[in-house]
């Protein structure tokens, strides 16, 4: 498995993650910070969360599968709305026909085009939390192509 690759590819979600939490005019949480996590479950604010899945080697490099879970975090919306307009905007983010280029976003200057990812399904879950918060989290699924 190529670590830049895996870096970039993070990094590349990190950034739509962001684009979109703050085109929604809310915060982003990875979830996977725990700290960041506790603090926004502690709160009454709305957030884009997600979550890093799986990224493997398939069938082998350049070609790698991605999994990962997107979604919103919305209080004080009793009829869902606000939660299934946010998923609405992640779906247009990761639509079916997208094309999505990957560069690595986690250092102060945007490297170079490595690659390119693929969504292939968008499968909406069950919301979670619903004691503490109410999230809905799609997985995305896809194929990334690191160029050679």
């Keep these: 498995m190529d670590k830049e690759m895996l870096v970039a590819t993070k990094s590349t979600i990190d950034k739509l993650a962001l684009g979109l939490a703050v085109q929604q005019g ?72 997208a094309k999505l280029e990957i560069k690595n976003y986690s250092t102060p200057l945007e490297g170079p085009l490595l690659g390119c990812f693929f969504p292939t399904e968008v499968v909406v879950s069950p919301q979670q939390y619903d004691k503490v918060a109410g999230i809905r989290m799609m997985t995305v699924t896809g194929r990334c192509q690191r160029y050679v």
């Design 26 to 97: 809310v915060e982003l949480v990875d979830l996977d910070d725990v700290v960041k996590t506790q603090e926004l479950f502690s709160s009454d604010r709305n957030a884009v969360v997600w979550e890093f899945n799986t990224f493997t080697d398939s069938p082998r490099d350049p070609l790698y599968l991605l999994t990962f879970n997107i979604g919103g975090r919305t209080v004080r919306d009793s009829a869902n709305y606000q939660i299934l307009k946010l998923s609405g905007e992640i779906s247009k983010l990761f639509d079916l026909c």
